[in-house]
C-alpha cells in the first residue's frame, strides 16, 4: 500500500512538473505583454509585472491593423482546414478500403508530398499566384495553403479509416447501400475524431503561417495576423510588449475551437460495432 501511495504521489509530482514546463512560456508571454519596455528590458527579470498595464493590447487594437490580420487568417484557416477535409477524405478512404492498381504508388506519392520541405516551392508557387493575378490577395493563399495541408489530412485520416472494422462497409453494402453512402453516412461519422483533430490542426498550420503570407502578401488590407505582429519591429528595441500581446490574442481562436471540438475528440464508437 505504502508503494502504491509513493507511486501515486511521485506521478502527480511528475505531471505537475509537465504541467509547470508546458505552461511556463505562456505565463511569461501574458507576464510580458503587462510590462513597460523599461521593466522588460531591466536587468533584473521581473516573475510580476511591477506596473501591469494593457496598453500593448490597447495599441495592437486601435493603432494596427492587427483585428483586420485577424479577420484574413481566420477567413483563410476556416477555408483551407475544410476544403482539405473535402477533397483529402475521399482520398484517404479510397486508399484504406478500396483495392485498386496503383494504390500503392498513390499512397507513397502522398507521403512524399508531405514530407516535401515547402520552402522549396515559395518560387514556383508566387509565380503560379502571380499568373493566376491573386499577388496581394488572401484568395492567393487559399490557392497556396492546400497544397501542404491536403498531404497532410490525406495522410493522417488513412490509419484513422483503416483502424475501423471493415465488416461494417460489407455489411451496409448487403443492406443495398452504395459506395457513396457506406463513405459518408457509415465511415465518416465513426471516423470523426480523427476529422476533427486533423482538421483543427490544418486550421493551425495555415493560423500561424508566416513565409507563404510574406512572400505574396505585401498590401496592409491583406495581412494575416502574422505578417501585422511582425511589422510592429522597428529597429534594435523589439517591442516585446506588444509582440506577446499579439501573440496571447492570436491564441484564443485556437483554445475556443479546440474547447468547442474537444467533445469530437473521443474515439471508441466502434466498440461492440461487430461481433466476435
Known amino acids: 500500500m505504502k508503494q502504491k501511495k509513493s507511486v501515486k504521489i511521485l506521478s502527480r509530482l511528475f505531471i505537475i512538473l509537465c504541467l509547470i514546463v508546458a505552461l511556463a512560456p505562456i505565463y511569461w508571454m501574458l507576464n510580458t505583454s503587462l510590462k513597460g519596455q523599461a521593466e522588460i528590458y531591466s536587468k533584473v527579470p521581473t516573475l510580476i509585472p511591477q506596473h501591469p498595464s494593457l496598453d500593448a493590447y490597447k495599441y495592437l487594437l486601435t493603432e494596427t491593423n492587427f483585428l483586420t490580420g485577424i479577420r484574413n487568417s481566420l477567413i483563410v484557416a476556416i477555408f483551407v482546414s475544410l476544403f482539405s477535409i473535402v477533397i483529402a477524405y475521399p482520398a484517404a478512404y479510397a486508399i484504406a478500403r478500396i483495392k485498386f492498381k496503383g ?17 522549396i516551392l515559395y518560387i514556383p508557387l508566387y509565380i503560379l499566384v502571380a499568373q493566376v493575378g491573386l499577388t496581394d490577395n488572401i484568395l492567393g493563399l487559399m490557392l497556396i495553403y492546400p497544397t501542404f495541408t491536403l498531404p497532410y489530412v490525406a495522410w493522417v485520416l488513412i490509419p484513422h479509416i483503416s483502424s475501423i472494422p471493415y465488416d461494417l462497409d460489407e ?9 457513396l453512402r457506406v463513405m459518408y453516412q457509415i465511415v465518416f461519422p465513426l471516423a470523426l475524431p480523427g476529422i476533427v483533430s486533423t482538421t483543427i490542426f490544418a486550421f493551425a498550420m495555415c493560423w500561424g503561417e508566416y513565409l507563404y503570407a510574406l512572400v505574396n502578401i505585401t498590401k496592409t488590407s491583406m495581412q494575416t495576423f502574422p505578417l501585422v505582429i511582425s511589422g510592429l519591429i522597428f529597429g ?41
Open 103 to 119: 494504390k500503392r504508388t498513390f499512397s507513397k506519392a502522398i507521403l512524399f508530398t508531405y514530407l516535401l520541405p515547402t520552402s
Open 171 to 179: 455489411a451496409a453494402i448487403v443492406d443495398g447501400c452504395g459506395r
Open 236 to 276: 534594435d528595441m523589439y517591442p516585446w510588449d506588444q509582440l506577446m500581446a499579439g501573440a496571447i490574442l492570436a491564441s484564443v481562436p485556437i483554445l475556443i475551437i479546440y474547447i468547442l471540438a474537444n467533445s469530437s475528440l473521443v474515439g471508441g464508437q466502434t466498440a461492440g460495432g461487430v461481433k466476435g
